[in-house]
């Protein structure tokens, strides 16, 4: 073991995107990721050797109290003793395919939607079953699914029954618009094993189809209690559901408690919140700070989910928030 600040997805992580890998798939911080390991990769074997010589050279220069500049302000930069094995996998991430089943407002895809659900994408099962044929993926390691909407993905069963197979799958995190039923999610759900996210973003209908742009509301909730009676009783944290909050459109205490009824009526114990990324890269850029009213909006949202006793997770920006202005 040697103590030095670095992060998870250094060590032993991998995020595939549209065309290449990337280290990790945040970019919301200061530094803003983009920390490239292949680029124009389109699904064909990997040269493993070289990938791991690659994360040795970002171990190195941690070690040695080097940190990238694309990494400054991360909040999973951590001091402590890592581990001195760096040639396996406990993380992969998948965001390769631009494909979606709704139209979100805040969506980067929303400039040229036509355009984004064509655009081809890769088959990632080949790199799957080489990665465990050659023991690469260390037990206990967590994979995790955003894109574009991974339900509607023709290898997504495939890969998801592939994971649940695996024993050295310890956690599979699927986010997903809900639109679509998948008995792979729950088959993972009540095999304790598989977490879903569904993206919500609205407590009523009206609001729903202004940011998703489609009129699936009904669909999600169905969808979304569906999976909630999936969870097994002595644990509800495995079905989630997510409110991005986007300024001026979904931010208002009316909104948030037609979404924390709607969570209860389904047997919902878990939520996600984040802020609009738009929305904040364009304060970052401009050196603005939240606006109050965002800011009591979340502290609302967060002592809200304590007297209801909600678990609530917080996605990147709302944490930057919360944690900036001392809320949690």
């Known amino acids: 073991m040697h103590e030095y600040t670095s992060c998870h997805w250094l060590q032993h992580g991998l995020s595939f995107e549209n065309d290449h890998i990337e280290m990790c798939c945040l970019c919301c911080h200061k530094g803003g990721g983009r920390l490239n390991i292949a680029d124009k990769y389109n699904g064909k074997g990997l040269k493993w050797d070289d990938i791991f010589k690659l994360k040795q050279k970002f171990i190195d220069d941690n070690r040695n109290g080097i940190t990238d500049a694309r ?8 001091n402590k003793g890592w581990d001195d094995e760096e040639k396996y996998i406990s993380y992969l991430h998948f965001n390769h395919w631009t494909h979606c ?14 355009n984004y659900n064509k655009k081809p994408h890769y088959k990632v099962m080949p790199m799957l079953k080489e990665l465990f044929k050659k023991k690469l993926f260390r037990p206990g390691g967590e994979v995790t699914f955003a894109g574009g909407e991974p339900t509607i993905l023709n ?16 956690r599979i995190t699927v986010h997903t ?23 919500a973003d609205a407590g009523s209908s009206e609001v729903y189809k202004q940011v998703k742009r489609v009129d699936k ?9 569906k999976y909630a009676k999936a ?33 209860l009526a389904c047997g919902i114990k878990s939520i996600v919140v984040d802020i609009e990324n738009e929305y904040c890269m364009a304060l ?6 939240v606006a109050p009213y965002l800011v009591d909006l979340s502290e609302y949202i967060i002592n809200r989910a304590k007297e209801l006793d909600f678990n609530l997770v917080d996605y990147n920006n709302f944490r930057y928030l919360a944690t900036s202005h001392n809320l949690m």
């Open 231 to 263: 969870q097994q009783d002595d644990d509800k944290s495995f079905v989630e559901t997510k409110f991005i909050l986007i300024p001026e459109v979904n931010t208002n205490k009316e909104e948030i408690e037609k979404w924390f009824n709607l969570n």
């Open 101 to 114: 089943n709704c139209d979100c407002i805040y969506c980067y895809t929303k400039y040229d939607k036509i």
């Open 217 to 225: 509301f009904v669909k999600f909730w169905e969808n979304a209690e």
């Open 155 to 170: 290898e997504f069963e495939d890969i998801i029954g592939c994971l649940l197979k695996h024993e050295e799958v310890n």
């Open 71 to 78: 990494c400054e302000g991360c909040f999973n930069l951590v």
């Open 284 to 289: 970052r850029k401009e050196n603005k700070e």
């Open 177 to 199: 618009s809900g639109i679509k039923f998948s008995k792979g999610i729950e088959k993972g759900i009540k095999e304790k094993k598989l977490n879903v996210c569904l993206s």
